[in-house]
């Protein structure tokens, strides 16, 4: 059976990433800080058929995330698909909103951290044995802003592009290789609740564009907009 592991597995996108891909026959490890919430989607995936574990780690904490991959291939295998998408669901400790000209090093260093260091750390855990196997995807998400900034995001949207300017690059690097590299930009509020006026959309609506990236392998970047 194929593997996808989803780092950042919460209720909302990575559920329904997660629901796609163990749908259509892959097992699935779900990585992300708290254990009882991991568990609590295991059990969900069970009850519809689908094989899933979850393996607890922080992307800031850049050694627990290589354990955790390692302990996916352990238990699963190999790790055919990637799909790195944290999403803060409470507030992280150092980080705060920043518009661009309040950016400072001291606000924009934990950005990078998170959402462009943890997604490195990911991608070299897997990507040597994607090499030798000669397929494999790797699948990373941020917000609209990293493609169409937002002034009060000033400081999480520079640390997205920085991740959005590398997958697609390593794309190109990859070329010919059978892995492929793609970046999601959602650029819709998901779920209820966002700002008045902004477009949103569920996550199960935007969950198919993950498995189109992984299938066709056509295109290193998708923009979801309502």
Same mark, same amino acid.
């Given at each position: 059976?194929?593997?996808?592991?989803?780092?950042?597995?919460g209720?909302?996108?990575g559920?329904?990433i997660?629901?796609? =891909?163990?749908?259509?026959?892959?097992?699935?490890?779900?990585?992300?800080?708290?254990?009882?919430?991991?568990?609590?989607?295991?059990?969900?995936?069970?009850?519809?058929? $689908?094989?899933?574990?979850?393996?607890?780690?922080?992307?800031l904490?850049?050694?627990?995330?290589?354990?955790?991959?390692?302990?996916?291939?352990?238990?699963?295998?190999?790790?055919?698909v990637?799909?790195?998408?944290?999403?803060?669901?409470?507030?992280?400790?150092?980080?705060?909103?920043?518009?661009?000209s309040?950016?400072?090093?001291?606000?924009l260093?934990?950005? $990078?951290?998170?959402?462009?260091?943890?997604?490195?750390?990911?991608?070299?855990?897997v990507?040597?044995?994607?090499?030798?196997?000669?397929?494999g995807?790797?699948l =990373?998400t941020?917000?609209g802003?990293?493609?169409d900034?937002?002034?009060?995001?000033?400081?999480?949207?520079?640390?997205?592009?920085?991740?959005? &300017?590398?997958?697609?690059?390593?794309?190109?690097?990859?070329?010919g290789?059978?892995?492929?590299?793609?970046?999601?930009? $959602?650029?819709?509020?998901?779920?209820g609740?966002g700002?008045?006026? =902004?477009?949103?959309?569920?996550?199960?609506? $935007?969950?198919?564009?993950?498995?189109?990236?992984?299938?066709?392998? &056509?295109?290193?970047e998708?923009?979801?907009?309502?």
């Amino acid at each position: 059976m194929p593997t996808v592991a989803i780092v950042g597995a919460g209720p909302g996108m990575g559920l329904a990433i997660a629901r796609t =891909f163990g749908s259509r026959g892959f097992d699935v490890a779900l990585i992300a800080r708290t254990k009882e919430k991991l568990q609590t989607l295991v059990g969900q995936l069970g009850e519809e058929g $689908i094989t899933a574990e979850a393996f607890p780690a922080d992307v800031l904490d850049r050694p627990s995330l290589t354990a955790a991959l390692d302990a996916v291939k352990t238990r699963f295998g190999a790790i055919d698909v990637l799909e790195y998408s944290p999403a803060p669901h409470s507030p992280v400790p150092g980080h705060t909103l920043a518009a661009p000209s309040e950016v400072t090093v001291d606000n924009l260093q934990p950005q $990078i951290e998170y959402v462009f260091y943890g997604a490195l750390t990911a991608a070299q855990a897997v990507l040597p044995a994607m090499r030798e196997a000669g397929a494999g995807t790797l699948l =990373f998400t941020t917000g609209g802003g990293s493609v169409d900034p937002v002034p009060m995001l000033g400081n999480v949207n520079a640390a997205a592009a920085a991740l959005r &300017n590398w997958v697609i690059n390593l794309d190109k690097e990859l070329a010919g290789s059978g892995v492929h590299a793609a970046h999601v930009a $959602i650029s819709v509020w998901i779920g209820g609740g966002g700002p008045e006026g =902004f477009p949103t959309a569920t996550p199960e609506q $935007i969950a198919p564009l993950y498995w189109d990236l992984h299938e066709d392998r &056509n295109r290193s970047e998708a923009v979801f907009n309502a």
